[in-house]
């Protein structure tokens, strides 16, 4: 059966290799950034926290972060050679690596980190040359699984974001909910009935609007923009690097969820863009998952990977463009150098990011329900489908469930969409199809085709 995505349903505005004008790239690649930036500026946050480091280094640390997302988005979107899958997918350090980040970081430093960095991205980059039979491992119904888990298991993210964020004071607040469900129902209408510019910008517009409403509301803290300086270039192996064999043991299998999520990742780009990922384009993304994690380590940052969250605007605003994915990097790039105007979009309140981020990640999920609605429902795959969405869930809903685990294996299972994939891609093995149904599901076929 062949994959959705073949049919190509023309319902994009700017197909992958459309070339937008600059100011609707720049309007676009804000709304990328705003919609990746918290994920992208969390990770070096808590590593940071985690292992005391001061003010100055840790403020390096997110510059260097934010601008090897940059560059590595840039890579992966522009393509360098055999490097880069040319599709609007953006890229950022996560959350798999903190785990690791800290283990190691609490013995070697942060020299430690960036030296397992740069081995396991040599691991990442070896993968990538054996997609093709990876690839095998991926029909609709796994990658309709997977791309509904990334939406599924990044709902309980916005719903935080909604309710004020983890730990905050006025968690759940009327005040808190009630700015996420205006700037939530406010997109969706803008979406919907905005002409041009205005539907395909309508995140980005649903933020700035939801933020000016946040002001006044006192919601918006400033101080952190008048701290910051006014410009930050990372220095090249600024805290050295140490290349530890324990440390590269520690990060291999976070590498390794990470190459399951990307290549779910990808397939679900290719989706929503309709276009055809096959194996050589997914290989590409990899080795530029594995590269840009080179690149991080270089300025002092973390490893590199597709971003999830960012495919849900592609579907949402119908803009599937390369050229504004470029664009982000780009921007991203000049956030990194200049930590004020990075503070300023950091400074978006939660509640504004729930309301958004509620229908983005909906819509992913969405997008993999479609995947899975051409994919014939019978036992087999009814039991392939339940069985992944429900443990994949399950870790995301009850993480305690793998506490007592040995650490290898919670970084493995620690993310429901690795969970989910990991299940979804053994059972679809080991669960043979059913020559009956195969033979009924022919029949059935051939009648409506008679009829």
């Not at 350090?93 to 942060?110: H, N």
């Not at 939530?184 to 649903?206: C, D, E, H, W």
């Amino acid at each position: 059966m062949k994959s959705s995505n073949m049919n190509k349903n023309n319902n994009l505005q700017y197909g992958v290799d459309d070339n937008p004008s600059l100011t609707t790239k720049i309007l676009l690649g804000f709304q990328h950034i705003f919609a990746a930036f918290g994920g992208i500026i969390v990770v070096p946050l808590v590593i940071s926290s985690a292992l005391g480091f001061d003010s100055s280094t840790s403020t390096a640390v997110i510059s260097a972060t934010i601008l090897a997302s940059g560059i590595a988005t840039i890579i992966q979107a522009r393509g360098v050679g055999r490097i880069g899958s040319k599709v609007a997918c953006i890229m950022g350090t996560d959350f798999t690596f903190v785990s690791p980040s800290i283990t190691v970081g609490s013995v070697l430093g942060l020299p430690g980190i960036i030296g397992a960095t740069i081995l396991g991205a040599f691991f990442e980059i070896i993968l990538s040359y054996f997609i093709k039979p990876l690839m095998k491992l991926f029909p609709p119904i796994v990658t309709g699984t997977v791309v509904c888990l990334i939406g599924l298991t990044l709902l309980p993210v916005s719903m935080d974001w909604a309710a004020g964020g983890v730990g905050a004071s006025d968690y759940g607040s009327l005040i808190n909910v009630s700015i996420a469900m205006f700037v939530m129902i406010f997109t969706l209408l803008l979406n919907r009935y905005g002409k041009g510019m205005l539907s395909s910008a309508s995140v980005l517009i649903g933020m700035v609007v939801g933020y000016l409403i946040c002001i006044p509301l006192g919601k918006v803290d400033f101080a952190p923009i008048s701290q910051a300086g006014l410009m930050s270039i990372p220095q090249i192996f600024q805290y050295g690097v140490t290349f530890d064999i324990k440390a590269l043991i520690a990060f291999l299998p976070a590498y390794f969820v990470t190459t399951i999520e990307t290549v779910g990742c990808l397939k679900a780009i290719g989706e929503v863009s309709e276009i055809e990922m096959d194996d050589k384009r997914v290989g590409s993304g990899v080795l530029a998952d594995g590269v840009g994690s080179i690149c991080g380590a270089v300025v002092g940052s973390f490893p590199n990977t597709s971003f999830s969250q960012n495919v849900g605007l592609i579907p949402l605003t119908k803009v599937a463009s390369k050229h504004v994915a470029i664009m982000a990097g780009i921007l991203l790039v000049i956030l990194g150098l200049f930590p004020k105007f990075a503070a300023l979009i950091n400074g978006i309140p939660q509640p504004v990011l729930g309301g958004v981020g509620i229908v983005m990640f909906g819509t992913v999920a969405a997008a993999g329900i479609k995947t899975l609605s051409s994919v014939e429902i019978n036992d087999r795959n009814l039991l392939i489908i339940a069985t992944s969405v429900g443990l994949g869930l399950g870790v995301t809903f009850r993480p305690d469930f793998i506490s007592q685990l040995p650490q290898a294996l919670q970084m493995i299972f620690s993310s429901g969409i690795s969970t989910g994939t990991i299940v979804a891609l053994i059972l679809n093995i080991i669960l043979r199809e059913d020559k009956k149904e195969e033979i009924s599901a022919n029949t059935e076929e051939i009648e409506c085709e008679v009829v």
